[in-house]
């Protein structure tokens, strides 16, 4: 088994996985219960790149985290202290600021099955990676807040042997265009867990230096080669739809992000597919791009807008970065078409390079949105892969050091 392999469950469409991969590590199997975003990470990890080496025991699709755990155990027990890192989330929507937080969501009582995980397999690290609505702890019926999960969960790792620390970190500040702020714990069972974050922070401007990227990325930047005046042609993969066409190369972002694709103009890039809006849809976008102040969330409550229905709104800013990336392509006005982001321009901001292919389908909506996990989901939930390759590089100095062996104060 190679000294850098892994584990990902609640593995989504596969970026923290693909930024793990950049960075040299090995992966054993992914574990992720929707259909569509394993169809996703199968393709680009599996068929595409062979990252996964995959466990023959694990049949090659969909799963249920505690199906895995009830139907292999005696399989996962033998892989206890062989695997070094587990990495993975809980799905953050009950937790979540930005949508509506619920203290009885049934998704919260999955980080008790990754406590269940992690006390069978028994990696060497463990990453974890949530909403900052997982460090506040909900209130009760008194209106009294109670102890965060991020507490909860410390204490449980505490008690397996796991030294943990954990902190909140603005993805901006490591080249993704986007200020998506994430609760991300580290736990290792020999060291000294806040090593990690002195160096994810000491490293990430070589890093970003070797991309050949600023700190920060605006969305200009990120998405600027792909406006819709670039040209359109048929949608590949979706009847009566038209995709977008690549124009030419404006930042080293672009370049990177379209990495191993040349000679690409006038090509349709990968789920670039505009959506159909209704014309009183296109007057209230461009009514927002004439009236709305950039990046300030617009609600109903504001009268800017006649007949806009959605709880907010945002226009983007072309110069600066956008607000988290969510799983409703709604939520966004492009900066200067009247029109909201593709998913393919949802995943530029996410750092997903557009050789990476989402499958399924691109939207849904009502109720369908508790148990579809389309194109714009699989994006919005995932943790940004130019991020997570900075997470797999410092694990992996803090292994060829012995950071983790040793009592070093400093770097």
């Known amino acids: 088994m190679s000294q850098f392999s892994y584990i990902d469950i609640f593995a989504g469409c596969g970026g923290l996985s693909l930024g793990l991969h950049n960075a040299g590590w090995k992966g054993l199997f992914a574990i992720e219960k929707s259909k569509d975003a394993f169809e996703t990470l199968k393709y680009n990890l599996i068929d ?44 953050c929507q009950g937790f979540s600021m930005a949508g509506q937080r619920k203290k009885n969501d049934i998704r919260n009582t999955l980080s008790d099955s990754y406590i269940e995980f992690i006390s069978i397999v028994k990696p060497k690290f463990l990453v974890f990676e949530n909403v900052q609505g997982f460090t506040i702890g909900f209130k009760d019926e008194n209106e009294k807040k109670g102890v965060p999960y991020s507490v909860i969960l410390k204490g449980k790792l505490g008690k397996l042997g796991y030294s943990v620390e ?161 799983a409703h392509p709604d939520d966004f006005v492009h900066y200067c078409e009247p029109r909201i982001l593709t998913v393919r321009e949802s995943a530029r901001i996410q750092s997903f390079p557009d050789s990476f292919q989402f499958k399924g389908k691109y939207t849904t909506g009502g109720q369908l949105r508790k148990i579809e996990v389309p194109r714009c989901t699989q994006v919005g939930n995932a943790v940004p892969p130019l991020f997570a390759e900075q997470i797999g590089n410092a694990l992996m100095e803090m292994m060829k050091n012995g950071i983790t062996e040793s009592e070093k104060s400093t770097i």
């Open 48 to 91: 595409t790149t062979q990252h996964f080496g995959w466990n023959e025991w694990l049949p090659q699709t969909e799963h249920d985290i505690n199906e895995v755990i009830s139907k292999y155990r005696s399989e996962l027990e033998k892989l206890a202290g062989t695997v070094t890192l587990v990495v993975g989330g809980p799905p």
């Open 166 to 326: 954990g902190k909140m970190i603005d993805i901006s500040e490591f080249g993704v265009p986007q200020t998506r702020k994430r609760y991300i714990m580290v736990g290792v069972l020999q060291g000294k867990p806040e090593m990690f974050f002195d160096i994810l922070y000491k490293r990430k401007n070589d890093f970003l230096k070797k991309k050949g990227l600023n700190e920060k990325v605006s969305v200009g930047e990120a998405i600027g080669d792909l406006l819709k005046e670039n040209g359109t042609l048929p949608t590949p993969d979706f009847k009566n739809y038209v995709s977008g066409v690549y124009g030419e190369i404006q930042s080293n972002y672009q370049k990177l992000m379209r990495k191993g694709l040349d000679n690409m103009e006038g090509c349709v890039a990968d789920s670039h597919r505009f959506a159909k809006h209704s014309e009183e849809t296109k007057r209230m976008n461009e009514e927002m791009l004439q009236k709305c102040p950039k990046l300030k969330r617009v609600t109903p409550k504001d009268n800017l807008i006649k007949n806009l229905r959605k709880r907010g709104v945002t226009v983007l800013d072309e110069s600066k970065a956008a607000p988290t990336v969510t």
